[in-house]
């Protein structure tokens, strides 16, 4: 299957309409959960964003961007160094000395390879978020939930210290369908001390906020 078209044609207009009609929806989820707007941070994931409309999105207003891929966090990163980066990708091992000072925090640790280069070439202030498969799901990337607390404890061994998870629930028909998925990232952040929950994308990240996500990676619902 292609990729989808990169997205230009741009208004700071447009975007910036786009981007007042998400954060009410998010602070109407936040309330839901007795939390305040502040409490959930915006992530505008850009991967299908093209260079040239990054300023637009910056002038509207987003100031935390989140991509997918190494060379184009690179790529992008060189032309706008003062926005809020996270890597929100599957993460290489051998792409991690390039990405870490980079970013602010990476959303998708899932592997020793990767916690053994974080080790060696991880920043003081870089976060890191670990990637629970959340659904046991075959052949897709994440700890199994039962597997979370020794790699917690691996990560600890390499001086490395997870403050959150971040999960990407099972293809869902619905919203509501992810819901279930959702709160079990919750108690699993919760049972592990951990704070962030980077869960929830353009199709639900309302539901995810309901049940306790602090970062949404929002795409298409801001450029559309």
Known sequence: MAPPPLVTGLTVERVRANLREVQEEIAAAARVSCRT???VELLAAVKYVALEELGTLVEAGITLFGENRAQELERKHAEHPDVTWDFIGQLQSRKVKAIAPLVR???????????DQLAKHGHGALEIYVEVNVAEEEGKAGIAPGDLA???DRAGG????????MT???RAETAEDSRRWFAAARELAHAHDLHGLSMGTTQDFAVAVEEGATCVRVGSRLFR
Do not use: E
């Open 168 to 170: 990407m629930p099972p």
């Open 37 to 39: 707007p502040d409490d």
């Open 158 to 165: 390499g001086g490395l210290h997870p403050t959150g998870l």
């Open 105 to 115: 925090r990476i959303h998708s640790v899932a592997s020793d390879s990767a916690l």
């Open 150 to 152: 020794a790699f917690i």
